[in-house]
């Protein structure tokens, strides 16, 4: 079930339709509205100080400032997008690259689809990852019937003796701690996955607040609203996925 969301997850998080959606253009238009009286405040604000003469030159520079905000905010949405399509595009290219090729029983190798079909192309990469230090071939059959023939002693070694059931335990422990740290691995991966997303869609929504504070430097460093804190945010947010598939790759 954790390898299932882990590849649902990559293969719906990595589509450009989830970051498309008609809630978050709404969301979005609500916060430029607001931006947009807040403009409408300052420029009242900047106005008084101009005629009251308490501003001087500092005052007639933000208006230019004000109006240039004012004007890149109706494009806020589209800038986000380009840095979230770029980092999507970078990690499919990674993703695409991926063949999930399977060893059979036989020898033979075999491309199967996903166990868990989502409308996104999706790869079982967990299985193929998985494949590698399947932790099951430790305790199936025929390996147990294995390490219960091995020779105990040197003398003893044309006779067939049984290993004690501690040894056949430890072995089942050894693979259950395999299977379960993979588990908790494919699952908070996912997790992060479904996080990114969640994220990029409220810096989405946000990004209008960011180009206001270019009017007010002062509001450059407040979480997901200041300028610097969330174009810092959405490049390390955006970027994650490019990283990770990168890896994945290698």
Request: aromatic share 14%; charged share 20%; no cysteine.
């Amino acid at each position: 079930m954790a390898a299932k969301i882990f590849n649902a997850l990559i293969a719906i998080v990595l589509q450009s339709d989830m970051y498309r959606s008609d809630f978050i253009l709404a969301a979005w238009a609500v916060v430029r509205d607001l931006s947009n009286i807040f403009f409408i405040l300052i420029l009242l604000y900047i106005a008084v100080k101009v005629i009251l003469d308490m501003g001087g030159h500092e005052a007639k520079k933000m208006i230019g400032s004000v109006v240039i905000a004012a004007l890149l905010i109706n494009f806020s949405l589209f800038f986000t997008r380009i840095a979230i399509d770029s980092s999507n595009i970078l990690a499919l290219i990674f993703y695409n690259r991926l063949e999930v090729t399977y060893i059979e029983k036989d020898g033979s190798t075999a491309n199967r689809p996903a166990p868990f079909s989502t409308p996104y192309k999706e790869k079982d990469l967990a299985g193929k990852m998985y494949q590698a230090f399947d932790a099951t071939k430790m305790i199936d059959k025929p390996f147990l019937d294995k390490i219960n023939t091995i020779p105990i002693k040197e003398q003893t070694k044309n006779q067939e003796t049984k290993l004690p059931f501690a040894f056949t335990l430890g072995v089942m422990l050894v693979a259950g701690t395999i299977m379960l740290v993979a588990a908790y691995t494919f699952f908070t991966s996912g997790i992060f996955f479904l996080g990114r997303l969640i994220e990029l869609w409220i810096l989405m929504i946000f990004s209008p607040f960011a180009f206001m504070s270019l009017a007010i430097p002062k509001l450059k460093s407040i979480e997901y609203v200041g300028w610097d804190k969330l174009t810092e945010k959405l490049i390390s947010t955006a970027f994650m996925a490019p990283i990770f598939m990168f890896f994945v790759y290698l």
